[in-house]
């Protein structure tokens, strides 16, 4: 009996130390055919693959080709100062259930990113040290990457995504320098992705944002 005994314990300790699968990200597919004909004109023709950290694939991204911004550096609450606002940034497709930052309910399928530059008011404070955060909104409301939308505009677009009064939001980090695209945990255990896009002057354009987690 003891001998049982101890070699289930043994088990649970080994199960214990093994490491929870690490979040990742790795090269995707093509956009799927839902996503409409201009935004696939203006996305990179492969996209990036995050794994969350049972190894599943969590979400899909195709960032913008010739994104309209400047590549400058953080600038007080201002991640990315030389960015138009409301700029598209590229399509996300969420492959299983998820949540955005604020821990809504986002259901799979697929999703225009537009930059937003949050209010500089009480209601928007202490969500994120930056202003600028990723909006997602369906791809079947939001099919011009052309248009820079306002601030209003982008949120009512991304309250359809979401289903609630609040639009579905992710927070943009201070961009970094990196060689290829990154998954990697901040402070808080956020999943962070980091990649470099191509400008419209053929620049790279370093962009982070948080793909797994929400704030607390």
Known sequence: MMCRTFLVLLAVVCLAAIPAAAQKVEKGAPAPDSVPAALKAAIESQGLRVLNEAGAAYVEIWLRKGLPA?????????????????????????????????????????????????????????????????????????????????????????????GTNHPAVYPMLAPESVSEA???????????????????????????????GRGE
Request: charged share 25%; aromatic share 8%; net charge neutral.
């Open 182 to 212: 990154v998954v990697s945990k901040d402070e808080q255990g956020h999943g962070v992705l980091k990649v470099k896009v191509q400008g419209k002057s053929g620049t790279a354009i370093p962009l982070a944002f948080i793909v797994i």
């Open 70 to 162: 400047e590549a400058k550096e953080a600038s007080g609450d201002i991640a990315y100062p030389g960015m138009p606002v409301g700029s598209f940034l590229g399509v996300w497709r969420y492959v299983i259930p998820g949540t955005d930052f604020r821990g809504q309910a986002m259901k799979p399928g697929v999703y225009s990113m537009r930059h937003a530059l949050m209010p500089a008011d009480g209601n928007h404070m202490g969500a994120s040290p930056f202003r600028d955060f990723v909006l997602l909104a369906p791809v079947d409301a939001d099919k011009d990457p052309a248009a820079d939308l306002k601030y209003d505009d982008a949120v009512a677009l991304s309250r359809k995504a979401t």
